[in-house]
């Protein structure tokens, strides 16, 4: 049992030797300011503004260590990779919208029920107070009628007759909103369908490029 404990802490003590050896035996090598190729068993002092080469005993290039930043241009690096990484996410995030609207929509019929069927909904609210509106109407008419046994004087209207026209009067606008909101609804989700379907136009035609026509025509050779 020593003799395995002795052996295992031999072995990690020759991994780690054998590692700091070849970290010791790399060469640096760079080109300074002023054109001189330096080279040294560390990492050179000269070059700490430039790229520097770690060699191999045998000269193979092992790996190469950046430039030192400054302060400003550790700020301005970070605020570059920064910006890099929101890119990358929204470039991942419109493929994400891209993939989940082909499997919403994978045919333009698919696209054009959709539309239809949220356009009918609008229309169906609109008929709705389209029809209120005709109601109202008409009940302003009876309402009209009974006002005019006081033309001659306003002044005898009762308050009940008062407040049910200003009643009318009010739910006649409020249905006159609802109209004019809903047609700009409909505007609105035409104009959204119309986009969502320029792009699926382009995701479509990537997903299912022509296939290249094969000739089989005959060609007449003249003498």
Same mark, same amino acid.
């Given at each position: ?26 060469? @640096? ?53 920064? *910006?890099?990484?929101?890119? #990358? ?5 419109? +493929? ?8 919403? @929509? ?6 054009? *029920? ?12 609109? /008929? ?11 009940? +302003? /008419? ?7 046994? @006081? ?23 409020? &249905? ?14 035409? &104009? ?9 136009? &382009? ?15 005959? #060609?007449?050779?003249?003498?």
């Amino acid at each position: 049992m020593r003799l395995s404990s002795l052996l295992t802490s031999g072995l990690a003590g020759l991994a780690f030797f054998l590692g700091s050896a070849a970290e010791a035996h790399e060469i @640096y090598s760079c080109v300074d300011a002023k054109g001189r190729t330096l080279t040294a068993d560390r990492p050179i002092a000269e070059c700490t503004d430039r790229t520097q080469r770690a060699l191999s005993p045998s000269g193979t290039v092992k790996r190469q260590i950046g430039p030192s930043l400054t302060a400003h241009e550790e700020a301005a690096q970070h605020e570059k990779d920064r *910006r890099a990484a929101e890119q #990358r996410a929204r470039q991942a995030e419109d +493929r994400r919208r891209d993939k989940a609207l082909l499997l919403r @929509y994978p045919t333009l019929a698919v696209h054009d *029920r959709e539309r239809a069927a949220a356009l009918l909904q609008i229309d169906e609210v609109i /008929k709705a107070s389209s029809k209120r509106q005709g109601e109202l109407g008409n009940q +302003r /008419k009876s309402l009209g009628g009974e006002l005019e046994f @006081y033309v001659k004087d306003p002044s005898r209207v009762p308050a009940s007759l008062k407040r049910r026209l200003e009643e009318n009067d009010g739910s006649a606008a409020v &249905q006159q909103r609802l109209i004019a909101d809903q047609e700009q609804e409909k505007k609105r989700v035409n &104009q959204r369908f119309d986009e969502e379907l320029a792009k699926l136009r &382009q995701l479509w035609a990537l997903a299912n490029p022509p296939t290249p026509a094969v000739g089989g025509g005959s #060609r007449t050779v003249r003498n």
